[in-house]
């Protein structure tokens, strides 16, 4: 029997396995469930079964969260600290989980879904480790539960804007948003989980599959033009400017849907009057809301960052030309946690082989 990992699973699918399993277990299923979700224990031998039953449990299932190998947090004494976690895979591979405040004692977790990245974005760190492997659903719903059973962090929000990009492994993003929604489980609305992506579109069109209305979207766009698209985001040569807005614009939306379109600010690059005016074209007759992220430089940079007046020049430029535009503030700077700052060095000296049935 293929002993299958619980976390892989919501609450009606682990049911149903397990009363195919054990038979009259289905009372017992929901209790271990609950535990391995919200308080990350599996323990079925303190649930008062027959020991066969409990083997039977065990050869089953397994349980297991990544390891936490390291935390650094950057203080803040007015709305809590940013907090930014090394895990390990089972193997040993390092990847990482951001704790952001967002006031009132809640906090956003930004998870991983990969463990490196193959899109190879300029201004990321993630982008210059390569791919290692693709998270599983598993090990990627064990951040949460982590955060949430072991660390003890109020989490209101997830977002996925860790290391990878999850549309690049998206069955199991989509397996994990699945289980995060879970009513049996974790129990997270569609309106707490948003998907960050550079705007994959056959990844957005398995998104799509999932039929769900609620669940927020923000595209990573940092230009408006293929000219500088494809200089800060490789990627963007194979599927330019034009094929994105497509996607976005076929992409299934509730009312008042509003996209997150982040923008990287990063001076001498894509800070020019006429990359806001392609900021405005690109955005015609979509909802969004523009967030602009002052450029965070890392262990190379492409520019330094930018002056609060530069920030402030292209938000009004683009207020003028009628987008709505707020300022991403930078949590975890000072820790490598902010936007584009995750990453680890020793691995990307120690690049293995991607596995077979990754990405790329
Ligand atoms: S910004 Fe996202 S997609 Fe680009 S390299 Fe970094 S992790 Fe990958």
């Known amino acids: 029997m ?6 892989e699973f919501g609450g009606r699918a682990l049911f149903a396995e397990a009363q195919r399993l054990i038979p009259r277990g289905f009372g017992v299923a929901r209790r271990i469930y609950r535990e391995a979700c919200l308080e990350g224990r599996f323990q079925p031998d303190t649930m008062g079964l027959r020991p066969e039953a409990v083997e039977a449990w065990r050869a089953a299932f397994r349980f297991s969260l990544p390891r936490v190998v390291r935390s650094v947090a950057e203080p803040s004494a007015f709305d809590g600290d940013t907090i930014k976690t090394v895990l390990a895979t089972e193997e040993g591979l390092e990847f990482e989980m951001v704790r952001v405040p967002m006031g009132g004692g809640k906090y956003t977790l930004c998870v991983s879904s990969q463990v490196g990245c193959r899109l190879a974005c300029g201004f990321c760190e993630t982008g210059r480790m390569g791919l290692l492997r693709n998270l599983s659903t598993a090990e990627i719903v064990g951040q949460l539960v982590l955060a949430r059973g072991f660390l003890g962090w109020p989490i209101r929000n997830i977002v996925f804007m860790g290391m990878g990009e999850p549309l690049d492994n998206a069955d199991n993003v989509i397996g994990a948003l699945r289980v995060m929604n879970d009513p049996f489980g974790l129990s997270y609305g569609q309106q707490r ?6 705007g994959h579109p056959d990844g957005l069109a398995k998104l799509a599959t999932l039929g769900w209305k609620r669940l927020d979207v923000s595209i990573s766009l940092n230009s408006a033009t293929d000219e500088v698209r494809d200089r800060v985001m490789p990627m963007n040569r194979k599927v330019g400017i034009a094929a994105l807005r497509d996607a976005l614009e076929r992409f299934p939306r509730r009312a008042k849907f509003v996209y997150g379109i982040n923008y990287c600010l990063m001076p001498g690059i894509n800070d020019r009057r006429e990359d806001a005016e392609a900021v405005a074209a690109f955005c015609r007759s979509l909802r969004v809301m523009v967030n602009v992220i002052p450029y965070n430089p890392g262990t190379k940079p492409l520019a330094r960052a930018p002056t ?9 430029w683009l207020s003028s030309l009628h987008v709505p535009v707020t300022r991403r503030v930078t949590k975890g700077r000072s820790v490598m946690a902010g936007c584009g700052q995750l990453g680890n060095i020793e691995l990307r000296r120690t690049r293995l082989p991607i596995r077979e049935g990754d990405s790329c």
Do not use: G, N, Y
């Not at 293929?2 to 976390?7: C, E, K, V």
């Not at 989980?193 to 550079?198: A, P």
């Not at 609060?308 to 009004?316: D, K, L, R, T």
């Open 193 to 198: 989980l948003t998907i960050c992506t550079v």
């Open 2 to 7: 293929t002993q299958r990992h619980i976390l």
């Open 308 to 316: 609060e007046a530069e920030v402030a020049q292209f938000m009004a």
